[in-house]
């Protein structure tokens, strides 16, 4: 479950300030508003067959969808009716082989990074469970879950040196099978976790000194019963406000 990037996504149909699906926000494309910000991967998660993922980010690296997922599943982009989503209920994975993984994939010794998904839970999240992983060796970066629903946002450097932030004190839970946003942001050693386009925890970690390798995405089922889009990864950081931007251009209200 360490080895993979799981993204889920939510499709929440209706609630306050959410847009009917379809219905213009009059904002920016989503899509656009992502690629503005210059990610280094981005798999949209669009396709409605095939076993490819695309990458629309600069490494223009394609993934390979295994096991018994489903793509084409509806998406929680309210702002984009064409907007798809990948499932999986069992063994069903996004990722990328080791032999397929391009340079733009290491991050320097102690830069700057931000990994964003849109995740769905169908079911609840029992324990420490990998959502969106890239990893190599020790070194990971990862969003999860955890019991109570809480999300989470880990880094460890290939020193085995980990760190990780968690939503549990601002109570906001993630299980509850509807569309969430989240967004792990490292600047130097401070870690955050953004939930729904808000900033819900942060702490500051070690220097993550040694040489920090993510050389390896992969989405991973062992979250399963779950929904994953629009994953990307940068090689900087994401403002508040970008990352409120992006929720917006979803089609959700603050
Ligand atoms: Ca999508």
């Not at 969808?65 to 798809?84: K, Q």
């Not at 390798?213 to 090689?235: C, K, L, M």
């Amino acid at each position: 479950m360490r080895l993979a990037i799981v993204a889920l996504l939510l499709l929440s149909a209706c609630g306050p300030g959410i847009l009917a699906p379809g219905a213009s926000s009059g904002l920016e494309s989503y899509e656009d508003l992502i690629l503005l910000h210059s990610p280094m991967a981005y798999w949209r998660l669009d396709e409605t067959a095939g076993v490819v993922a695309a990458d629309k980010g600069s490494s223009q690296t394609p993934a390979d969808f295994t096991g018994a997922g489903t793509v084409g599943a509806e998406g929680g982009i309210l702002s984009d009716p064409n907007d798809r989503a990948f499932y999986t209920n069992a063994t069903g994975i996004m990722s990328l082989s080791a032999g397929n993984v391009p340079s733009e994939f290491t991050v320097s010794p102690g830069g700057p990074l931000a990994i964003e998904v849109w995740v769905r839970l169908a079911n609840t999240c029992s324990g420490s469970e990998s959502l969106v992983a890239f990893a190599n060796g020790n070194a990971l970066v990862e969003l999860g879950c955890m019991a109570g629903g809480f999300a989470t946002f880990t880094v460890t450097d290939d020193s085995g040196a980990s760190h990780a932030v968690d939503s549990t004190s601002a109570s906001v839970s993630i299980d509850d099978s509807n569309w969430h946003h989240l967004v792990g942001v490292k600047e130097g050693g401070l870690l955050s976790l953004y939930v729904d386009g808000t900033l819900r925890a942060s702490s500051v970690g070690g220097s993550y000194a040694a040489g920090f390798g993510i050389g390896v995405g992969s989405f991973d089922a062992g979250r399963a019963t779950t929904y994953y889009n629009e994953i990307a990864f940068y090689h900087h950081i994401l403002t508040d406000d970008e990352i409120a931007r992006h929720r917006l251009a979803a089609g959700y209200g603050n």
